[in-house]
């Protein structure tokens, strides 16, 4: 996976926790097509309808800290973002994401250069270039890689093992 894309960034901060990726209220609806409209709606209610496919979202540590619930995941793939950098993530919400298909990057120092609209150029297990600095960013386990790159776990297991 040695992708390279550009992408809009939106910045949010430390301890985003499932609860404010997608509340509780909103795990009722039939669908994540239903729920994604409600992402990110007690820290800011406008963000969901502002996302674009391909932004990322790039924030400070402890992304994804709370519960275990997979819609969280799913719902930021829903919105069309095409990854997470963040300086950590809470470990379950890591473990989710890769399952679904959401591609995460650890990045210490990037969340505190960018300014929310800023331009990135992403090349996967490579670095994030802005502003004419490049932030080195960690490989991914090549199994990690093809999960991602075949969207999601079950989605690698079928194509694995010829089902797809």
Known sequence: MSD???????????????DIII???YLALKTVEDMKPYAFS??????AGQIQPGDIIVAGKNFGCGSSREQAPEIIKAL???????????????????NNGLLLIEN???HDAVAE???VEVTVNEGILHNGT???IASLPQNLV??????????AMRKRNGLE
Do not use: H, M, Q
Not at 5 to 18: E, N, P
Not at 80 to 98: E, L, Q, W, Y
Not at 148 to 155: F, H, N, P, S
């Open 80 to 98: 069309g973002v095409r990854c997470v950098v963040a300086k950590s993530f809470a470990r379950i919400f890591f473990r989710n994401a890769i």
């Open 117 to 119: 609209g800023d331009i």
């Open 4 to 18: 390279t894309f550009a992408a809009k960034v939106w910045v949010l901060g430390d301890d985003i926790d499932t």
């Open 108 to 110: 210490p120092d990037l």
């Open 23 to 25: 509340p509780t209220e």
């Open 146 to 155: 093809e999960i991602i790159e075949a969207g999601g776990l079950v989605k």
């Open 42 to 47: 007690p820290l800011r209610p406008e963000l």
């Open 134 to 136: 490049t932030y080195p």
